[in-house]
């Protein structure tokens, strides 16, 4: 009962913590580029809408604050978890930690590695 009443309270500020630093982030990443546009040229506005300007600040940074949310929190919640695992298995016992951390790292390897290939022939094609 008390792990999962810990486990619901760091979910809680897990969620909040980044949400609040995504928005921050959106919220600064927004202001540099209305400061960027409204420093610009007259002939700037003659080539571009200001509609389509105003649109860009609001969808592109609004995409680029969800992937900063989603991305960093999955990447800092796995990197815990793991780290917890293997905390756990050298509590228990040393040698399965050794042995299940040098089993996985090929694995892990070999994914990075055919992650990039296939990256690498999508981008031929």
């Not at 917890?84 to 930690?97: E, G, K, M, P, R």
């Not at 790292?105 to 296939?118: C, D, H, S």
């Amino acid at each position: 009962m008390y792990i999962l009443a810990a486990g619901v309270g760091f979910g809680f500020l897990h969620k909040a913590i980044f949400g609040l630093t995504a928005e921050r982030l959106g919220n600064g990443l927004r202001r540099k580029l209305f400061h960027t546009i409204i420093t610009k040229d007259v002939e700037f506005f003659d080539e571009n809408r200001t509609g389509e300007l105003l649109s860009r600040i609001s969808s592109d940074t609004q995409v680029v604050q969800e992937g900063l949310t989603m991305s960093v929190g999955m990447a800092v919640t796995e990197v815990v978890k793991v780290v917890v695992v293997v905390i756990i298995l050298c509590y228990y016992s040393w040698v399965i930690a050794i042995f299940t951390v040098l089993s996985l790292a090929p694995g892990i390897v070999f994914t990075n590695y055919a992650r990039n290939l296939m990256e690498d022939s999508g981008r031929m094609v």
